[in-house]
């Protein structure tokens, strides 16, 4: 017995049948992004007095060299410098913001948030399974290509565990087994052999397949300044499938290192070089896929916001209240949506937070019925009747 | 047993002529080689049971297992000390950096000779910590080092963790191992790996960073949502202010800063501390070891590990009952878990270092370590690379979905395509071999999966090969290969 009695058993009957949507491209920022500092509320005082030595300066501090001050959005919101790739997206009404986002657990627990989220639910309690996995589970869009659904990296994440086999890929080109062709087709009838009854090794061989007539290292790009980085990589290789035609519906994509208690950085530093890693992979690949944009959705999240205030340390601890951003040839874009709850003594929440006044799953239930035709929002976000922000068109 | 100075005396022998030790390494010569006896089906139980307690069962700890048992072979194990681990202690001899203090291990990071750079410290304990796994007798001892390091795991790219890990690795997680909870806590909270790590050398008095306070409660003894509030993290984090690292003299030494301590009064979980410097902590730390939560919190950990990802409640209960009576003895612990869970075990996908481990060891593989690097990071697992505080997940699905380097690494060692690396596959089957293809097949598969496959599936896979051109020889290759990567090789 090769395939043992006890692995699971896979089986799902899809609740709603529709052509696939747009693909969707979900970016975690893990460790907790300091959003405050990425899309600055420039307009606040308080903003400036609890950040005297973090906070981006104004967009006209004269005191302060032009590249160290916020690019301004909307008058009362502006990019960090860092983040000026994107200013090109939100120039064409391809990039929208949505401040004080977030979800209602308060734990400030990097891994209890994360969990929550990526599950989609709001405590311990409900399915285990992510939220991606449900929408997969729930759509039946006669799509059985085994890459419907790809982590990037070495591990799928949270969010795409379900019933739905996904795949973990961190580089097109290490996917194939080498070796010479006689023992190769040896090796490949074996595998056929013992993985028979195997899911995920039947999609793995298929996989193989797939991406044996693809050409990574000659793969074109009339953009070629994706960041060099494994964040790049990964929109890079999502670009590709994309663009290859295999299937692919959902990329998850994790970009980590936002824990930032310690010495983060202002304008420049910790913190503005992972901004910067953002900002520039995410332009490359709003450029590459700009003939994509109106069948493609990207979205970033982060499992909660930083204090308000910054710490001794020149860093600042957990928080509550994060932001998201939606990029896309349908989002109602060039915007910063949601409603600001103030940075001021009074509209702070527990030790000094920003309040959530947009819950992610809005965010998400609106993609998920707008862009991915999948309306069973009740059976992946359970318990949550999700309102919808209008964040796309 | 060996006297400290014979085995100096052999330990520079090894390094003399680490140089030309391409193939037959000299400690191999010292110590032996690796013992090849034949083995015999076990039932799934025991080959599940041995499985879990080591990386891998090797055929000589197969034979041992059957001759005195499963409890009596626990026992050997934990008593650790008491196994002769020459050959492994041999091979890393020439690994200078491990016994290093913080601040030499410093110095030489920042040296451009004599074979010393900013990778050496690094790459040395990572190596080391592979050897050791595969190597060292005291398996059980080697397989709670891991669990520790995923416990109080820390991230090597951060700053001066890349060599001030190499001591809190010694110091921290292989001396208390199999110790006493209390105490390995107690010199995690010393550790400057840790201080740095979780920021806690930021933590002042005029400004308190709360990031150690917060996840030595959460992640390494309470457990999130045990009863401690945001209020509690920032009391502790004042307790916690100016526990630090030594920057000049003793460099990477832990020092109390008295300066930058926070001297007021705080209430840490209902307990009010009055101030008296370093003993505030202390106090705490005291607090949450023998808190009821943390034995729940450890034993759950522990069960999921060696048990199940589900373990039964039951079993976490008498498990914590005893870390409650010994006041954390891990030994006692383990010794719950084992006995009474083992027969609750539930099979658990392998990590990738599991996946390696067992594949090497089960073929009496010999390597230097150096090839497997680029598996555990295409795999995810590299060791000591695990940026956030949690450690690398223990949790079936977490793993799966990324067969494709598993099956490319049995394919490279099969073939002997990894540098400086070598399978036993032939000289375990010269021990074993009727030479009737079959009965070899039969020999390979309960070798790696505990028993023989049943007749059908067997022969269904030979065909298969058979078909695909391949004569007998490279068909026992193939098979062994895809063992290796089968589905059911990948569960322990």
Redesign the interface.
């Known amino acids: 017995?090769?395939?043992?009695t006890?692995?699971p058993r896979l089986s799902f009957a899809p609740v709603n049948t529709a052509p696939r949507g747009d693909t969707l491209v979900v970016v975690f920022l893990?460790?907790a992004a300091d959003v405050l500092n990425m899309v600055v509320p420039h307009g606040e005082d308080a903003y400036y007095q609890l950040r005297p030595s973090l906070g981006i300066a104004r967009p006209d501090d004269s005191k302060k060299k032009k590249e160290e001050r916020v690019l301004d959005l909307d008058g009362f919101f502006g990019f960090h410098p860092n983040m000026s790739p994107l200013l090109e997206a939100w120039q064409s009404e391809q990039l929208a913001i949505i401040h004080a986002c977030g979800a209602p657990d308060?734990?400030?627990?990097?891994?209890?948030a994360m969990e929550l989220m990526e599950r989609g639910v709001d405590d311990e309690r409900g399915p285990a399974s992510g939220w991606i996995g449900r929408h997969l589970a729930t759509l039946n869009t006669g799509n059985s290509s085994p890459l419907r659904a790809v982590?990037m990296?070495?591990?799928?994440q949270?969010s795409l565990?379900g019933n739905v086999?996904?795949?973990?890929l961190?580089s097109i080109a290490?996917?194939h087994?080498?070796?010479d062709p006689?023992?190769l087709?040896?090796?490949?009838?074996?595998?056929?052999?013992?993985?028979a009854n195997?899911i995920?090794?039947q999609e793995?061989l298929s996989?193989?397949d797939t991406l044996q007539k693809l050409d990574p290292t000659n793969y074109q790009s009339p953009i070629t300044n994706y960041p060099d980085t494994e964040f790049g990589l990964a929109l890079k290789q999502t670009a590709m499938l994309i663009k290859a035609e295999v299937g692919l519906e959902v990329s998850a994509i994790d970009l980590?290192?936002w824990?930032t208690?310690?010495?983060q950085g202002s304008a420049s530093g910790l913190m503005p070089n992972l901004m910067k890693d953002l900002a520039e992979g995410l332009a490359a690949f709003h450029a590459d896929m700009a003939d994509h944009m109106n069948q493609l959705t990207a979205v970033t999240m982060s499992e909660f916001g930083r204090r308000a205030s910054e710490?001794?340390?020149l860093?600042t601890?957990?928080g509550h209240g994060s932001m998201m951003m939606v990029l896309g040839g349908n989002v109602d874009g060039g915007k910063v949506h949601g409603q600001w709850p103030g940075l001021a003594e009074g509209q702070l929440i527990?030790?000094g937070d920003l309040a959530v006044t947009t819950d992610y799953r809005d965010v998400l239930s609106e993609i998920l019925t707008k862009r991915l035709n999948n309306p069973a929002t009740n059976e992946i976000f359970p318990e949550y009747q999700p309102v919808i922000r209008n964040v796309l068109k | 047993m060996l006297s400290r100075r014979d085995f100096l005396k052999l330990a520079s022998l090894v390094t003399a002529s680490a140089a030309l030790s391409s193939c037959a390494p000299v400690y191999r010569r010292l110590a032996g080689d690796l013992p090849i006896v034949p083995w015999t089906a076990l039932s799934t139980n025991d080959f599940l049971a041995l499985n879990r307690i080591t990386f891998g069962a090797r055929v000589e700890e197969r034979a041992r297992f059957a001759e005195i048992g499963l409890q009596a072979y626990i026992e050997e194990q934990l008593d650790f000390e008491s196994i002769n681990d020459l050959a492994c202690d041999l091979q890393l001899s020439t690994f200078k950096t491990l016994n290093m203090e913080a601040n030499k291990l410093e110095g030489i990071s920042n040296e451009l000779f004599d074979g010393y750079d900013r990778e050496k410290a690094p790459n040395e304990l990572r190596q080391a910590t592979f050897l050791r796994q595969l190597y060292s007798k005291r398996q059980l001892y080697e397989v709670m080092v891991e669990f520790w390091s995923d416990h109080f795991n820390i991230f090597m790219d951060k700053e001066k963790e890349f060599f001030l890990k190499t001591v809190d690795d010694r110091e921290v997680i292989r001396k208390h191992a199999l110790g006493n909870f209390r105490d390995l806590v107690w010199a995690s909270a010393h550790s400057p790996a840790m201080m740095v790590y979780?920021?806690n050398q930021?933590?002042?008095k005029?400004?308190?960073?709360?990031?150690y306070a917060?996840e030595l409660m959460?992640?390494h003894t309470l457990g999130?949502?045990s009863g401690y509030t945001?209020k509690d993290?920032?009391e502790l984090a004042r307790c916690l202010t100016g526990w630090n690292v030594k920057e000049h003299f003793w460099l990477g030494d832990f020092v109390f800063k008295e300066d930058i301590h926070d001297t007021g009064e705080k209430n840490v979980l209902g307990l009010s501390i009055q101030p008296s410097g370093i003993k505030e902590a202390e106090q705490v730390i005291e607090m949450l070891v023998a808190h009821p939560s943390t034995a729940k919190f450890i034993c759950t950990k522990l069960a999921r590990r060696f048990i199940a990802d589900d373990p039964p409640q039951e079993l976490i209960e008498i498990a914590a009952q005893t870390f409650l009576n010994t006041n954390g003895d891990i030994k006692s612990v383990l010794r719950v878990i084992l006995f009474d869970g083992l027969a609750f075990a539930?099979?658990k996908y392998k990590r990738p270092v599991n996946f390696l481990l067992s594949t090497l060891r089960m073929l009496n593989a010999e390597t230097d370590g150096i090839a497997l690097h680029e598996y555990l990071?295409?795999?995810?697992?590299l060791y000591f690379n695990w940026?956030?505080p949690?450690g690398y997940?223990d949790y079936n699905?977490?793993?799966?979905?990324?067969?494709?380097?598993r099956?490319?690494f049995s394919?490279?060692l099969i073939?002997d395509?990894l540098k400086n690396t070598k399978h036993n596959l032939q000289s375990l089957l010269d021990v074993s071999s009727t030479g009737i293809l079959q009965d070899d097949v039969d020999s390979i598969t309960s070798l790696l999966l505990g028993n023989p496959?049943?007749r059908l599936?067997r022969n269904?896979?030979i065909d298969?090969?058979r078909?695909?051109?391949?004569t007998d020889e490279?068909t026992l290759q193939?098979?062994a290969?895809?063992?290796i990567?089968?589905?059911?090789f990948q569960?322990r």
């Open positions: 017995m090769l395939t043992q006890w692995l893990r460790g308060e734990s400030r627990s990097h891994f209890k982590g990296g070495t591990r799928p949270r565990s086999p996904v795949s973990a961190r290490d996917f087994l080498g070796g006689r023992a087709q040896q090796m490949r009838a074996s595998l056929e052999t013992v993985y195997d995920l090794g793995t996989i193989m980590g290192g824990d208690h310690f010495a710490n001794g340390s860093g601890d957990h527990g030790p | 979780l920021d930021a933590n002042e005029s400004h308190p960073n709360e990031n917060r959460e992640l999130v949502d945001q993290v920032m539930k099979p990071v295409r795999m995810g697992q940026p956030t949690d997940p699905e977490a793993w799966q979905g990324n067969l494709m380097p099956w490319q394919f490279a073939r395509e496959l049943e599936a269904g896979i298969s090969v078909t695909a051109g391949a490279e193939i098979i290969t895809s063992i990567a089968s589905p059911a569960w």
